[in-house]
C-alpha cells in the first residue's frame, strides 16, 4: 500500500485546512487509518485514527473537537477536516495504516504504511 497525502498549507489562527491521503497499491483493505503529525524538535504524535470494521473515529484529546477524520473507501482516502487551528497545530501530518486493529492505536510503531507528509503551518 502506497500513501499520498496533501491539503497542506499556511492558515491563520481560527481557520480550517482538509488533509487528504489517497492509497493505492493492491488493496485498501486496512482496518487503521491514522493522522499523526510532528512538529520542529518533537516526537511524532497521534492526532486521529478511524476504524473500518467500527466505522468509528478516535482522536486525541488536543484535537478532540475540532478535527474529524473520515474515510471513503471508494475513493481510497481518508481525510482530516481541520477546524479552529492554533499555532500549536503547526507540524508535518503524516497518514497512516495498519492492515489489523490494534488498540493500541496511537502507537506510531503499530502502523505498516505511512504516506510522505504534508505541512501545516498555523500563522497567530
Known amino acids: 500500500v502506497q500513501l499520498q497525502a496533501s491539503g497542506g498549507g499556511l492558515v491563520q489562527a481560527g481557520g480550517s485546512l482538509r488533509l487528504s491521503c489517497a492509497a493505492s497499491g493492491r488493496t485498501f483493505s486496512n482496518d487503521a487509518m491514522g493522522w499523526f503529525r510532528q512538529a520542529p524538535g518533537k516526537e511524532r504524535e497521534f492526532v486521529a485514527a478511524?476504524?473500518?470494521?467500527?466505522?468509528?473515529?478516535y482522536y486525541a484529546d488536543s484535537v478532540k473537537g475540532r478535527f474529524t477524520i473520515s474515510r471513503d473507501n471508494a475513493k481510497n482516502t481518508v481525510s482530516l477536516q481541520m477546524r479552529s487551528l492554533k499555532p500549536e497545530d503547526t507540524a508535518v501530518y503524516y497518514c497512516?495504516?495498519?492492515?489489523?486493529?490494534?488498540?493500541?492505536?496511537?502507537?506510531?510503531?503499530?502502523?505498516?504504511?505511512w504516506g510522505q507528509g504534508t505541512l501545516v503551518t498555523v500563522s497567530s
Open positions: 478511524f476504524r473500518r470494521s467500527l466505522n468509528r473515529e
Open positions: 497512516a495504516a495498519r492492515a489489523v486493529w490494534n488498540v493500541d492505536y496511537s502507537n506510531v510503531r503499530h502502523y505498516d504504511y
